[in-house]
């Protein structure tokens, strides 16, 4: 799960991209294509190595068949590149969280403070804050908690997303749409249900990461329904459907 983990980081680019509509769908299929590729590839060629047992068993599993079967110098190049790949993973992710913070304060669903910008228009507290809360829940020590509660809420968020695109496609069905997903409300279906049974693994994992994930959930939804529904910046995606909402009701009573 962690391998797709931040695929859904690919659209944050979109007001960076010259032409979204083709350039977004590219980026995430091709995401998705190379990841289902290696990641078939790592856990057939790792369980045939050294058998599905020790794989299973394993916190560093490529490392750990590489030293079996006596390639230790691989394996620590390998473990270098890891390190490697996980510094650039760090930078994808302040992106990604800075893109989506900045773009919910800005739209009023948080504090609207997060998305001030400087003089160079860097969101610089939607980068340092969220940052330096990260950076707290590190010095936890529970770092595959940590990690499991980030998976929780990737597979809860897809799911969200999968029924948020079956209901737009019912209840917005003229809305302007520059890319429309091959399949329609079937490859959606689909998604939903591959989500929620994705879920149910994730819950198997850890149920302590699944509900602590699950309460945290909650809360934003609380937060938003008492404070941010009513703090809303005018020409946010909600006001806009609610204004398609109410010109669709005038257009049938006249």
Known sequence: MWLFLAVEG???????????????????IGAMVFLLVTAIIVVVLLAGAVGAEVIGSSAVPLVDALNIEGFSHLATF?????????????????????????ALSRAGYLPQSLSLTNRNKSPVRALVVPG?????????????????????????????????????????????????TPGGIVTSAIALVLSLIALTGVYAFDPKAFFLTAGLFLAGGLYYIFYAKHHLVAGSAEEEFAMLSSAEAELETS
């Open 10 to 28: 690919v659209p944050l680019a979109a007001e960076e991209a010259k032409d979204p509509q083709r350039d977004v769908p590219k980026g995430i």
């Open 78 to 102: 390998v473990n270098v590149l890891g390190l490697a790949g996980l510094v650039a993973s760090f930078f994808s992710i302040i992106y990604g969280y800075s893109r989506l913070v900045f």
């Open 132 to 180: 330096v809360f990260g950076f707290l829940v590190s010095l936890s020590g529970e770092g595959d908690l940590i990690l499991a509660m980030a998976v929780v809420g990737a597979t809860i968020s897809y799911a969200l997303m999968a029924l948020s695109h079956i209901l737009l496609r019912i209840k917005q069905p003229l809305m302007a749409r520059p890319y429309r």
